[in-house]
């Protein structure tokens, strides 16, 4: 018996005048009334300029979304093109299947879909839309004796916001795609249009490799303080990038452009080497006993050499592993399964402490913890925010906190930037807090001198 579960990709069986239509950018018949047509690139982008061309109501909003498959050449390197072909038409048809009538779908190119919601009122409705999608992919399988699992990221552009014509919003989404993926994928990502655009790609990643020699990089902490006494529990690194037009931005943003992995690599072991160096360094001058986290970025978690780059920091600087805490966001945790465990175990098998960075964004990532080699769990600052202002958010701030104080985790909440925030964190049971309430992001030599004060000022109390 041949399975007809929804979640089998079968390879496409097209009249001839269909690829015939195909490849001359003309659109198959519609299969239906309840669900779009999947459109090819050139169709696509016809359709929606005509749409961007209409008159809309003032508080109209649409959104594009890009969808790309994550590491899609390494399964056309495994199983082929003609296979690949396959599996990426029977993709178009379940991502079609999960858009409304009044959307549009598009195989955009080789390994890139696009969708066209046009009514995106509501942000959370986009933000459902794209965990869908990456569901989709993640749900897809082949038959035929071949077992794959394929993992997406979504880029998203919204009109007239990010954009009012096709090619703006084709390359506000593109960018957001790419921050995505550099994340570590199977994640969507919202453009971010406060960012200013960065210069042309190959001169950043020039600058980006000539930057650490001309000190454009800095990096900055910001204090983590015991609620209940006012102690110091520790401090997390956060590295930045001065470019002499654009100024200073989060790393992040920058490795966002950047595609060559050396970059990541130099930045990433220059990041862990400073903060180990640091934290030893105020140990002599402060009396700082703390722990120190350093933030990675999700790509970083697939690379085999990690765990010697951690041991090389330490060894460096002498820190103790027990005070080093290696931070990974939630996103780059859900999807990835045994390569990040086994990049985890790795580091955890060095003394060091793991933690989680923005939990509670990603709804999948609580099946996740409890498999994972954690040691600490950071709320994420949107829930903080919503703190007297959102039943909601403190209903998940609540159940976070609870979950992760009863697996034994530091609980940890960023973003704190009011004492009403404060008060609440207490109350719910968290014991560690971070934010501007407590303390803003320094320089090393700045947080020497802070530590010191601090520490007359609970001698004094």
């Keep these: 018996m041949r399975d007809r579960s929804p979640s089998t990709i079968d390879p496409p069986r097209l009249p001839a005048e269909v690829g015939d239509r195909a490849r001359a950018g003309v659109d198959p018949p519609d299969s239906g009334p309840l669900r779009p047509r999947l459109r090819s690139r050139a169709a696509f982008n016809r359709e929606l300029a005509a749409r961007l061309r209409e008159p809309r109501e003032p508080q109209a909003r649409s959104a594009l979304l890009l969808i790309g498959l994550d590491a899609f050449e390494d399964f056309n390197d495994i199983y082929g093109f003609r296979v690949a072909d396959r599996v990426l038409a029977g993709l178009g048809r379940r991502l079609r299947d999960s858009a409304r009538a009044s959307d549009l779908v598009a195989r955009y190119d080789s390994d890139r879909f696009a969708l066209w919601m046009s009514d ?51 390359r506000a989404a593109a960018r957001a795609l790419r921050r995505a993926k550099r994340e570590g ?44 006494t006012g102690a110091v529990h520790g401090v997390e690194a956060l590295l930045r990038v001065d470019h002499p037009r654009l100024g200073r931005w989060p790393l992040e943003a920058w490795l966002a452009t950047a595609e060559e992995l050396p970059v990541f690599e130099r930045f990433v072991r220059w ?76 580091i955890r098998a060095l003394g060091v402490r793991i933690g989680i960075d923005d939990f509670g964004v990603e709804h999948s990532a609580l099946s996740y913890l409890a498999r994972l080699p954690v040691d600490e769990l950071k709320l994420d600052r949107t829930f903080v925010e919503g703190v007297g202002m959102h039943a909601d958010a403190e209903e998940v701030a609540r159940a976070v906190i609870t979950l992760g104080t009863r697996l034994g985790l530091t609980v940890i909440a960023e973003g704190v930037e009011t004492n009403a925030q404060l008060g609440f964190l207490r109350d719910a049971g968290c014991r560690i807090a971070q934010g501007y309430l407590l303390g803003r992001p320094m320089p090393a030599a700045a947080l020497a001198a802070w530590l010191r004060s601090h520490q007359v000022q609970a001698q004094g109390a």
């Design 120 to 170: 995106a009122a509501q942000l959370v409705e986009v933000a459902q839309l794209a965990r869908r999608l990456l569901e989709v992919v993640a749900a897809a399988r082949m038959r035929r004796d071949v077992d794959i699992h394929l993992l997406a990221s979504v880029g998203v552009a919204l009109y007239p916001e990010h954009g009012e014509t096709l090619e703006e919003l084709v």
């Design 185 to 228: 994928g199977n994640a969507y990502h919202l453009y971010a249009p406060d960012l200013p655009q960065p210069p042309n790609r190959l001169a950043l990643q020039s600058w980006l490799h000539q930057s650490l020699a001309e000190d454009a990089v800095a990096m900055v902490y910001q204090p983590q303080l015991v609620i209940e």
């Design 271 to 346: 990041g862990l080497e400073r903060a180990c160096l640091d934290a030893v360094r105020w140990a002599a001058s402060a009396g700082f006993t703390g722990t120190t986290a350093v933030n990675l970025p999700g790509l970083t978690l697939r690379d085999a050499r990690l765990a010697s780059w951690v041991q090389q920091a330490l060894n460096a600087s002498g820190l103790a592993p027990s005070r080093l805490v290696i931070e990974i966001t939630e996103r780059s945790v859900v999807g990835h399964g045994q390569a990040v465990l086994t990049a985890l175990e790795r």
